[in-house]
Nanobody, 124 residues
Framework: QVQLVESGGGLVQTGGSLRLSCAAS????????MGWFRQAPGKEREFVAG????????YYANSVKGRFTISRDNAKNTVYLQMNSLKPEDTAIYYC?????????????????WGQGTQVTVSS
C-alpha cells in the first residue's frame, strides 16, 4: 500500500552534512509513523530516528542525538533526515520505514513498509 524511495545519499567528509529524503506513495502518508534505520558492514540494523504523525513527536538514537534531525512534509509525502557533523561511524546504508501506528518504534519489527536504502559514506 505504501512505497518508499530514499535519495540523497553519497560521499561526504568528516564534519560535513547531508540530507536524506524518503518519498512515499499513497494518499494516507500523514497516518504513518516514519523511521530511519541504518546498517553498517558487519553490524546489526539499528534505529536512527523516528517521527510521529506530527513533527512535534520525534525520537533519536543516542549516537545521533544533537547531530541529526528528522522532519516530515505531509503535503509532499516526504520525510527527511538532516545529518550534520557526520563521522566515519555514520557510514551505512540508510533505510526509511513506515509504521501504521502513532507510536514511534525504536525496533525494526513494528514497521510495515521499507525503502530500498541509500548509501552514506563518511570519509576519514
Amino acid at each position: 500500500q505504501v512505497q518508499l524511495v530514499e535519495s540523497g545519499g553519497g560521499l561526504v567528509q568528516t564534519g560535513g552534512s547531508l540530507r536524506l529524503s524518503c518519498a512515499a506513495s499513497g494518499r494516507t502518508f500523514s497516518s504513518y509513523t516514519m523511521g530511519w534505520f541504518r546498517q553498517a558492514p558487519g553490524k546489526e540494523r539499528e534505529f536512527v530516528a523516528g517521527i510521529g504523525w506530527s513533527n512535534s513527536i520525534t525520537y533519536y538514537a543516542n549516537s545521533v542525538k544533537g547531530r541529526f534531525t528528522i522532519s516530515r512534509d505531509n503535503a509532499k509525502n516526504t520525510v527527511y533526515l538532516q545529518m550534520n557533523s557526520l563521522k566515519p561511524e555514520d557510514t551505512a546504508i540508510y533505510y526509511c520505514a513506515a509504521d501504521r501506528t502513532n507510536v514511534v518504534a525504536t525496533t525494526a519489527a513494528p514497521y510495515d513498509y521499507w525503502g530500498q536504502g541509500t548509501q552514506v559514506t563518511v570519509s576519514s
